[in-house]
């Protein structure tokens, strides 16, 4: 008996309590966004419009759009999102058709969740690649999984094994300069793998790019981080002893300013910390005219 109490009261809560019902007109509207400013988003009528919105505005320019799956669960949360920020906005009240407003904005998140997963991209600049391939310039991104499916597979690049080998020799060099000038044999291939990762854009407001970024990482000072940099990477008027290293061989190793600059990144006092390109173009000159030519 107390059961069928219990049950009678909580059906009786739930009737005292009926759904906000919505009408679709301008006035309807506007009668649903005047009970939210007294009852807040959280309230029910706010609660009855948004799922109005998601079911009868949202969903169906989903399903009309063809999109299924992920990608269909995606835009239509875009949108819904889209929606409701176009109901918190004061000129929906005074639009001559606010239902009309929010259905051009769900469709435009649709459309613009569409172009971003067509390009792989983010929306303005998938709308922009849209754009593109309408013109014939760009054609849409094609899916691997796709390809694979009809026996597309992808080709086999050759492995130049010579040109790794060289590439690791190169680098154990470079450790090797940094140890002969002081520094510890493990900080120094710290230092080979984060100048190597350092930005290569460069900047005209400064010698060279890169150098701030590269104190944090390696929790060095900065005067000692600008001088790694430039002692390894140089500029383009005087290169350091990476891209020496590629151009001129063992004989970089030899040059008496990338020696003097490796030498400065271990103490603030000691000069050498600009590297005279002179040096290492009379030995690409004398050494290596083919490489001085082209």
Known sequence: MRKNHTTTMAEAGALATPTQRIIRDR???????????????????????????????????????????????????????????????????????????????????????????????????????????RNGEVAPATSLDALAATGWEPACVPVDLAAGLAWRQLLVQVGAALVDAGWDRTIAARIVDAVLCMPTTPDPRCTIVGWRLLAVELEVPPWQARRLALALRGTAEAPGLIPSLLTLGDDALRDAGLRSALQATRSRSRSGTSIKAPTTQRYAAERHPQATAG
């Open 27 to 133: 006035q309807g509207l506007l009668d649903v966004l005047a009970m939210i400013d007294s009852e807040g988003w959280d309230g029910p009528a706010a609660t009855a419009l948004l799922e109005y919105v998601r079911t009868e505005i949202v969903r169906p320019l989903v399903i009309d759009a063809g999109m299924r799956g992920a990608a269909a669960s995606q835009a239509e949360a875009t949108a819904w999102e889209t929606a409701w920020v176009s109901l918190t906005k004061p000129s929906l009240r005074t639009a001559a058709s606010p239902w009309g407003v929010l259905w051009q904005a769900a469709r435009r998140a649709v459309l613009g969740e569409i172009v971003s997963a067509t390009y792989a991209t983010e929306e303005r600049r998938g709308r922009s690649l849209a754009a593109a391939a």
